[in-house]
């Protein structure tokens, strides 16, 4: 088993360096295409686009790994909490969020 997973090491690393440089390339295409016309700036190069990228992903998305559960948890919780609200909590909790609060009607 382990031999397996050792044989495909590369091919995995192939194919997310593919992936990079195709995205990367992507986002080049985009900004070389558009932005220098709009905003009259330059144009950039493929590893450029993956420093975006990589900026990018570091400022707005962070690296926080995978979520293990995708919120099954966090729904049961909410189910659990529903079960045991007395009618008058539900209807307060039902009601959170929508705008009939903020504009005084039902329909928005």
């Given at each position: 088993m382990r031999k397996i997973w050792i044989r495909k090491i590369p091919v995995v690393?192939?194919?997310?360096?593919?992936?990079?440089?195709?995205?990367?390339?992507?986002?080049?295409?985009?900004?070389?295409?558009?932005?220098?016309?709009?905003?009259?700036?330059?144009?950039?190069?493929?590893?450029?686009?993956?420093g975006i990228l990589?900026?990018?992903?570091?400022l707005f998305g962070?690296?926080?790994?995978?979520?293990?559960?995708n919120g099954s948890c966090r729904k049961k919780s909410l189910f659990m909490k529903w079960q045991y609200m007395t009618p008058e909590e539900k209807e307060k909790f039902s009601g959170m969020g929508h705008c009939n609060k903020v504009y005084g009607t039902a329909n928005c």
């Open positions: 690393i192939a194919i997310a360096a593919a992936g990079i440089f195709v995205f990367s390339g992507v986002v080049m295409l985009l900004w070389n295409g558009i932005l220098p016309a709009v905003l009259h700036i330059g144009t950039i190069t493929i590893w450029q686009a993956a990589l900026l990018s992903k570091i962070g690296f926080k790994g995978r979520r293990m559960f």
